[in-house]
């Protein structure tokens, strides 16, 4: 089992960037693929990005392509947002999840991932 803690939320204006941080409790962190997804009022959850297991592979929703980079440290347990040229519309509650599904290389729905940290703020002023 492994427990999630977000961080680095805030609020930023238009252009800004923010980097969000999860650390991730346990000594197999580098078994879970890891996620990010984020929630905004009266939205559903969604996706925006997801790492392999050994950093190897990303994948980013069209919305935050080229603006955002996932990336992790398996030596400190960790993993990252890097979110660049923010908009109002990236306003949300950020969740980090991890999936220890064997086969998944890229877990991209949030059905395939088993835990979820409580989440970190971004608002974003336009």
């Known amino acids: 089992q492994v427990q999630l803690v977000e961080s680095g939320g805030g609020l930023e204006q238009a252009g800004g960037s923010l980097r969000l941080s999860c650390a991730a409790s346990?000594?197999?962190?580098?078994?879970?693929?890891m996620g990010w997804f984020r929630q905004a009022p009266g939205k559903e959850r969604e996706f925006v990005a997801a790492?392999?297991?050994?950093?190897?592979?990303?994948h980013y929703a069209d919305s935050v392509k080229g603006r955002f980079t996932i990336s992790r440290d398996n030596a400190k347990n960790q993993v990252y947002l890097q979110m660049n040229s923010l908009k109002p519309e990236d306003t949300a509650v950020y969740y980090c999840?991890?999936?220890?599904?064997?086969?998944?290389?890229?877990?991209?729905?949030?059905?395939?991932?088993?835990?979820w940290g409580q989440g970190t703020q971004v608002a974003v002023s336009s």
């Open positions: 790492v392999s297991r050994n950093d190897g592979y990303t």
């Open positions: 346990g000594r197999t962190f580098s078994s879970y693929a």
């Open positions: 999840a991890a999936s220890r599904r064997v086969g998944i290389l890229i877990a991209v729905r949030d059905d395939e991932y088993d835990y």
